[in-house]
């Protein structure tokens, strides 16, 4: 990893190596999620503690990111804003402090609700002019949505506050741009990660050190690390289609056989095309040929619904393609001894590629709304440092609880994803990861190389995104359930989307 650089302007992100060897702990809204026998007064108690960190330290510096001193003052008097995001402790923690350090300011919190197929609560309320202040949104929808005059343009506050673009991740504010305008500040970004089971590897014969490179690979490795009772697998060596609620899986597969989405201009869909029907082809082959057909592989996955661990966590499953989230998520487990990297195997055809995509949050403000000040005062906090150590403390009281009640071993582990915004992630290093154990670290380290050469969603997605996302879980399914074989799947998903597609620039081009 690279220290952060605005020389390079179309790769994501530069950290240095050097750093990963002294960071602390952090916990994230993205790490933390409502968890069984976490008491109410630790979490009130830790907020309180925060908001009394925050309140001195505003007396000696200010706060939020740089160049916030230079704003235009909002009014003085109290306003409530509304911010539709995630219901989660951490968040509503953070929003505390937020209050706290903002006494002109209130919160109302809204639940975004879906937010990867379409975003149906936003869009409906901001159309009837019903929509909140800010809201939480995913990068992937974000030139779609943008193109719609669905957010309100946020260059001339960056102008006016000084804010550098240099200062964040290259690969977020190339997404969030739309006809060179900015919609919105990015928040977190994240990348497809591929795990495997060091123990499985050891066991089998495999160099636990190093997992696939290629999809030949995978092929070699799998039957290997399969296990067997009889004719009937307990432990599968990969299933393509674990987990199973990634229903954007296909999207991964088809970019490690050098597909794209789209063409160059963003006017025609490209997901019908050979490297697409390919790689679901070799994913629906690799299912029948070692994981024993769709049927039997899928009543195995469904045996663990419902259940807090997934198959991977309870070493039945040695080897996935899932996200770097699960980093941290997967240190909760003594017993498994797993590694991974942000490098994805990819097809013959496409070896020696670095492929990967990286998608992630956003903050934008209603075109709307009459608070752009008060909105605008609160998504530059929540994209600094002072948001971060909020959410890191109040998360890291909550995950302690759930340690102490699962009874783990040790300190907390937390490796979630980093904020995009340079002195925030700088905060996130000096304070939060240095106790990582160097298994974590490593891979952390792996996640943050792969931010370097991840293509960014939004660029994937274009002007019909909701469809295309939609068009990528309908031919996975058909083709996997073998309704459907894969170029039948994928024209009859490209069918649906190029429409879209087709309609979204005529609207533009006689607007």
Known sequence: MRPFSNDLQFHSIYIAKEMIGKMTRVTSEEKTVVRAGVSRRSFLRSTAAVAGLALAASACVPAGPEGAGDMAAPSEEPVNIQIW??????????????????????????????AVYGTPKYVTAVAAGKGPDVSYQNRHTFRQFASRNLYRPIEDLLERDNLDKGNFMAGPIADLTWQGT?????????????????????????????????????????????????????????????????SDQLLIYAMENGGFSQSEDGRTNLINTAPWVEALEWCVNMIDEFGGGHAAASSFMEGFAGQPVDPFAQGQVSMCSYGNWMIGRYAKFPDLDYDGTGLMPVSAANEGAQVNWSCGWTFVIDPNTELVEQGWEFMKWVISEDYVRAAGTVGLELEKEEWARQQLPGEPIFAPTPPVYQPAMQFMLDEYYSVLPERQKLMMERYLDSETFSVGCGQIAGLAAAELWIGFKNAWESALTKKQTPQEALDASHADVQKALDAAWENLESA
């Open 85 to 114: 995001w995630r219901l989660r402790p951490t968040i509503e923690g953070a929003i505390q402090v937020f209050e706290e350090t903002h006494p002109h300011i209130t919160v109302s919190l809204g639940d975004l609700g879906e």
């Open 182 to 246: 900015l919609y919105g500040l990015p928040h977190t970004a994240g990348t497809r990660y591929f795990f495997w089971n060091r123990t499985h590897f050891e066991e089998a014969g495999l160099d636990p050190d190093v997992g696939p490179e290629t999809w030949d690979d995978i092929m070699e490795m799998a039957p290997q690390l399969n296990k067997m009772e009889g004719d009937r697998i307990v432990r599968y060596g990969f299933l393509p289609h674990f987990p199973p609620g990634l």
